[in-house]
């Protein structure tokens, strides 16, 4: 008797449903913070902050294997001299030493994928 084959399924985050209401990510100034693309602003041990997250399917223009490529991505497109990239195979790590410097690089992402998307 042959059995099914195990399906396996890997999804590195879960599906957003909807579009999460957020103010524009330069307004933010407290608490983790939440961006329409997918990427999301929080602390960090401790006293840093990091962006972390994964495009969302209506931000996402390439196929993304791993966190790798979408660090690679941002690198090319929008490199920031004060990022640390810090990724692991399914989880993105860019890290700042304070809040301002991490949200105004999460506004860059944020601008340059809408643009994108107008121009897709």
């Not at 209506?58 to 004060?82: G, K």
């Amino acid at each position: 008797m042959s059995e099914d084959p195990i399906n396996y399924q890997y999804t590195l985050f879960p599906p957003v449903s909807a579009p999460i209401e957020t103010p524009p990510v330069a307004e933010a100034t407290e608490g983790p913070l939440i961006s329409r693309t997918g990427f999301v602003l929080q602390t960090y041990a401790g006293d840093s902050w990091c962006i972390t997250g994964w495009p969302t399917p209506d931000y996402t223009f390439r196929s993304y294997s791993s966190a790798y490529d979408v660090e690679d991505f941002l690198q090319q497109r929008l490199p920031n001299p004060v990022a640390v990239f810090d990724s692991e195979s399914s989880q993105l790590f860019v890290i700042f030493k304070n809040r301002a410097d991490a949200a105004a690089y999460l506004a860059r992402i944020e601008e340059h994928l809408v643009k994108i998307k107008e121009l897709a």
